[in-house]
């Protein structure tokens, strides 16, 4: 698929292993820099190092990144569906929404990490039946958003993070503008086609949807593999162990200016 796109750059600031006042300085940091989009994830432990390392909660701080920051778009990588009842989360994201002045993207999957379901009280349930729920979700929170007062400033994007080939891709297909996957530039382009194919079975231009993947290297390593299979938003992961550097997130920036032209 050939997307007309400028790329773009993410930096999910994973909020683990570090006090608050550093996250809040490597996103003014990172917004400085030229980063098209901050994250973050919504998980309640560290997903590694110290497992009972210091961590942060999601939405509180994606409320404080809005009111903090002023043209980066800011989101969660990604939300669990599983944590918030989905006209709640609707209206939390319309408020940050408004807060940010449209700046908000709505990630959200399914959920996985099981310490965040059973030291918080969810229902871990199956892989099946989170997916399903999430399903089920996805209309209530645009039906929310349509009876809301005020309404969003925008039609807010909706991120759709994971793989699952029947179902996760085919929510995207049905609900998503950015899709983001996993893995090489083998599995991401498999993966993409696939997508393409939930598209066109539900009559949707597979264009519309934007696809994003997290990536690990140095730009020289696969971006233009990752460019050429349809990626347009690459992200770079970093946490707080040993302090935030971003001299990797800051080579992918000046790829995308090289890039983009």
């Known amino acids: 698929m050939t997307d007309p796109r400028p790329v773009r750059i993410g ?16 996103v003014a940091t990172a917004e400085e820099a030229g980063v098209d989009i901050v994250f973050n994830w919504d998980h309640f432990f560290p997903l590694y190092g110290e497992p009972d390392g210091k961590h942060f909660e999601c939405w509180t701080m994606l409320g404080a990144w809005a009111e903090a920051t002023s043209r980066v778009e800011i989101g969660a990588l990604v939300t669990c569906n599983s944590y918030r009842n989905p006209e709640l989360l609707a209206d939390m994201a319309r408020t940050v929404d408004h807060i940010s002045d449209g700046r908000l993207i709505l990630g959200i999957g399914s959920g996985w990490f099981q310490r965040d379901y059973d030291e918080y009280g969810y229902e871990f349930g199956t892989a099946g039946g989170r997916l399903n729920d999430l399903a089920a979700a996805l209309p209530r929170i645009r ?3 349509s009876a809301l ?3 969003p400033t925008r039609d807010i994007p909706i991120l759709i993070g994971g793989g699952g080939e029947k179902k996760t891709l085919r929510y995207t297909a ?13 599995t991401v382009t498999r993966k993409s086609g696939i997508l393409d194919g ?12 934007e696809r994003s993947v997290g990536v690990e290297g140095a730009p020289e390593d696969d971006g233009a593999a990752l460019y050429d299979a349809g ?21 992918w920036i000046a790829w995308r200016d090289e890039r983009n032209g």
């Open 231 to 251: 990626v347009r938003l690459f992200t770079v992961g970093q946490d707080g162990q040993g302090g935030y550097d971003l001299s990797r997130l800051k080579d």
């Open 11 to 26: 930096l999910q600031l994973q909020p683990q292993h570090a006090d608050y006042a550093d996250i809040r300085r490597t």
């Open 149 to 151: 007062n005020p309404a």
């Open 198 to 209: 939930h598209c066109r079975d539900i009559g949707r231009d597979p264009a519309e949807i």
């Open 174 to 186: 049905e609900h998503a503008g950015i899709w983001h996957g996993f893995g090489d530039v083998d």
């Open 143 to 145: 039906s929310r958003w």
